[in-house]
């Protein structure tokens, strides 16, 4: 019987040792998984996020291109018009691709935002169409300068929404209220 002691204990041994070496490979190996469960998920949120980005890219560049275009056309400058309202088809048929891409990639929130910077621009170009009616007291400039406004408006309301899409934080550095007064 003294001779089947230390055989029991050391085949006891080298079974809680395989139980052991067994426990930590499934817990090593429910680890890996894991982590490459939060791998795909943090790569995909990071195609979408860039996704939405070159879409809100998109839609502030084609903003600018119309805010452009219509300054000379509703002002009556000396460029070349017909060049100039080329050009402004080309943009809206850009802004209404940005405007699909942002549909595609939402967030609810921002597409609405979009759409009514894209209701704004067609304002916008229409304040600056020269056969355009208007009525009394109403003139042009006084129009385009009204559809500007609501441009802006719009314009800053989709920045917002689309800063908050793409998980920027609303109270950026550069837009908090300067709380201590300045040295005099």
């Not at 006891?12 to 490979?25: D, E, H, N, Q």
């Amino acid at each position: 019987m003294d001779v089947w002691v230390p055989e029991i204990f050391g085949l006891l041994g080298a079974v809680l040792g395989a139980i052991g070496a067994m426990w930590s490979a499934k817990r090593s190996t429910d680890a890996a998984i894991s982590s490459a469960f939060h791998q795909r998920d943090f790569d995909q949120e990071r195609w979408v996020r860039d996704r939405r980005e070159a879409a809100y890219t998109a839609l502030l560049s084609v903003d600018h291109k119309v805010w452009e275009l219509t300054g000379p056309l509703a002002l009556g400058t000396d460029e070349d018009a017909s060049e100039l309202w080329r050009r402004a088809d080309e943009a809206g048929s850009e802004l209404e691709l940005a405007l699909t891409r942002i549909r595609l990639t939402g967030p609810p929130d921002v597409e609405v935002a979009a759409s009514e910077l894209h209701v704004a621009l067609g304002e916008l170009l229409e304040a600056a169409r020269p056969a355009r009616e208007f009525g009394p007291g109403e003139s042009r400039t006084a129009t385009y300068a009204g559809a500007l406004g609501y441009r802006t408006e719009a314009q800053q309301a989709f920045q917002h929404a689309a800063r908050l899409a793409l998980g920027f934080s609303n109270q950026s550095p550069a837009r908090q209220a300067v709380t201590t007064p300045l040295p005099m």
